[in-house]
């Protein structure tokens, strides 16, 4: 594990009619960054880039949490998650897969 991410939760809710989205930082953690898939997609004449990542983590009572409403900050990079899994089954490590949010 050689980066320090943040996990952010994000809160829906509405207000006079609007949605509003609150989001906030539930903790740092130490993980590891793999690339997974990279491709690229031509819509309209526009480019589009699309990279699927996947950050390791030890398990704990927070990382056994995440759901795919929340974010991983990584420096400047946030990525959307897609979801979470614990590989083995035997609550060490959680598997979260993500793609850079736009």
Not at 22 to 37: K, M
Not at 54 to 75: A, K, Q
Not at 95 to 101: F, G, N, P, Q, S
Request: hydrophobic share 35%; glycine share 4%.
């Amino acid at each position: 594990m050689n980066r320090r991410i943040t996990l952010q939760s994000i809160a829906v809710t509405t207000v006079l009619g609007e949605l509003t989205e609150t989001t906030t930082n539930a903790g740092d953690r130490w993980a590891r960054r793999q690339s997974l898939s990279s491709r690229e997609s031509f819509i309209s004449d526009q480019r589009f880039a699309d990279s699927t990542w996947l950050f390791t983590m030890y398990y704990d009572s927070l990382t056994s949490t995440i759901t795919p409403e929340w974010n991983v900050v990584d420096g400047t990079e946030t990525f959307d998650i897609q979801g979470a899994f614990d590989p083995d089954g035997r609550k060490r490590e959680i598997h979260v897969a993500c793609t850079l949010a736009e």
